[in-house]
């Protein structure tokens, strides 16, 4: 009996042994998003596929946001492990939540990169505004104060002599409303990014008066961020959701796939295929890094802006709050 115990033991010893993470249950990340397709999340993972790690040392549950800031505090308070910040609400976090252990592990998209999509800033077609300095005695619209398109509207006006409150009249508007909104006079200055400038240009009646790229360079819009412990306690289950990842972004951007790619956006976003075939993937699309490395130059830059125009009071080392070594390890492992 001693003899047969032990060899039982060995045996479960030895099984244990060879499946390694997939012998545990796997990790549960909760993965914040709040604009599709721009930031792929709640997609990216349909494909099992093409993944080697799904369902075996982890497994994704897209969290829904209205926007980034709302993702501080859930990141705060341990609701969510990997949010979407853009780089003002980056910023925030560190200066206003004072959580000095949150990292960029990764990128989601950037504005204005090459010939790549830049935001755009729109009038009425038939407006008399010309210029940026018509804007003065206007209202313009932002989606959220604060926000990186805000922040650059704000640049832009500033550089031309313009400053809220005594020149001009910023309201809040979700980006859906935006052009009913331009439409119905309500506003005179809005704030478009894809989809919505591609449905603009269709429906006719805009004019862009500016970009984003034109009002601060190239821009690290949004990213992925998690906390240090976190990372720390899970760093071997990350890498391998890094990996997929970056399986899932080629995959993604490969045109070969880009028939099927428009399908599950299609059916995710519940609009016909047409609202993405134009321009979903093209230089007429924000650019993300299919292995998913955000642009430290770049965020370096905007952190800076952000201090010069007063959104934040303390200096920001990009390189200090970033942790590149779990999509380092990730790229390379053999595809």
């Known amino acids: 009996m001693r003899r047969l115990l032990g060899i039982g033991i060995a045996i479960a010893v030895a099984v244990a042994g060879s499946t390694g993470v997939s012998a545990e249950e796997p990790l549960h990340l909760r993965v914040g998003w709040s604009v599709i397709p721009g930031q792929l999340t709640a997609v990216l993972f349909e494909k099992t596929s093409i993944l080697r790690h799904y369902g075996q040392s982890y497994v994704v549950e897209p969290v829904h946001f209205r926007g ?20 003002s609400s980056f910023a925030l976090a560190v200066q206003n939540a004072h959580m000095e252990d949150v990292r960029v592990i990764g ?4 504005d204005g990169i090459g010939d790549y999509y830049t935001g755009e800033y729109v009038v009425r077609a ?38 809220e409150r005594r020149d001009y009249q910023v309201v809040e508007v979700q980006i859906p409303n935006m052009l009913s909104a331009l439409a119905e006079k309500r506003i005179d200055l809005a704030t478009l990014g894809t989809p919505y400038s591609f449905i603009a240009k269709q429906q006719g009646g805009t004019r862009t008066l500016f970009t984003l790229k034109e009002a601060m360079g190239e821009t690290q819009l949004t990213m992925m961020a998690a906390r240090a412990p976190f990372i720390a306690a899970h760093r071997a289950a990350l890498v391998d959701f890094f990996e997929d990842t970056q399986r899932a972004l080629h995959w993604f951007t490969d045109p070969a796939n880009r028939e099927e790619v428009v399908g599950i956006l299609a059916r995710f976003t519940k609009e016909p295929p047409s609202a993405f075939t134009p321009w979903l993937f093209t230089k007429d699309d924000y ?28 200096t920001l080392d990009a390189n200090k709050f970033a942790d590149l070594s779990l999509i380092e390890e990730a790229a390379r492992r053999p595809r």
């Open 68 to 87: 980034s800031a709302p993702q501080i505090t859930a990141l705060a308070t341990g609701d969510l492990d990997i949010a979407a910040l853009a780089f």
């Open 107 to 110: 990128d989601l998209f950037q």
């Open 126 to 163: 038939d407006s008399d505004i010309r210029r940026v300095e018509d804007l003065k005695g206007k209202v313009v619209a932002t989606n959220g104060v604060g926000g990186a398109a805000d922040i650059a509207m704000r640049k832009m006006l500033r550089d031309h002599g313009l400053e």
């Open 287 to 314: 650019y993300r890094d299919v292995d998913a490395r955000p642009n430290l130059t770049a965020l370096q830059a905007n952190f800076d802006l952000q201090k010069k125009l007063g959104f934040i009071k303390i």
